[in-house]
């Protein structure tokens, strides 16, 4: 069973930093794509970032030039580092991942950790 576990979430100040993880856990074949999804309240959830097995990472828009997303193959880990957060970037953030497992290939999701950005 494949399971994605995040942490780093919390409450910090606009303009400060803050850092999440993500690792994923269980039985598998190889992880394609990972990226980072996230939801504020009232709005429909929204690609932050994403980075593929080759390394290529792709920003939305908001974030461009103050995130910066990372894996580690390895440790089949990916990070998100958000800097100069900004009020607006409060929100749940997920962590997903294209894992490809017995007989199935398909996006599996964490279970989403709160980002509180305030004024």
């Known amino acids: 069973q494949v399971q994605l576990g995040e942490s780093g979430g919390g409450l910090v100040q606009a303009g400060g930093p803050l850092r999440l993880s993500c690792v994923v856990t269980g039985n598998f074949f190889s992880i394609n794509r990972m990226g980072w999804h996230r939801q504020a309240p009232g709005k429909q959830r929204e690609l932050v970032a994403r980075?593929?097995?080759?390394?290529?990472?792709y920003y939305a828009d908001p974030v461009t030039g103050r995130f910066t997303i990372s894996r580690d193959n390895a440790k089949n880990t990916v990070d998100l580092q958000m800097n100069s957060l900004k009020p607006e970037d409060t929100a749940v953030y997920y962590c997903?991942?294209?894992?490809?497992?017995?007989?199935?290939?398909?996006?599996?999701w964490g279970q989403g950790t709160q980002v509180t950005v305030s004024s």
């Open positions: 980075v593929t097995s080759g390394g290529e990472t």
């Open positions: 997903n991942a294209l894992i490809s497992s017995v007989g199935v290939t398909k996006t599996y």
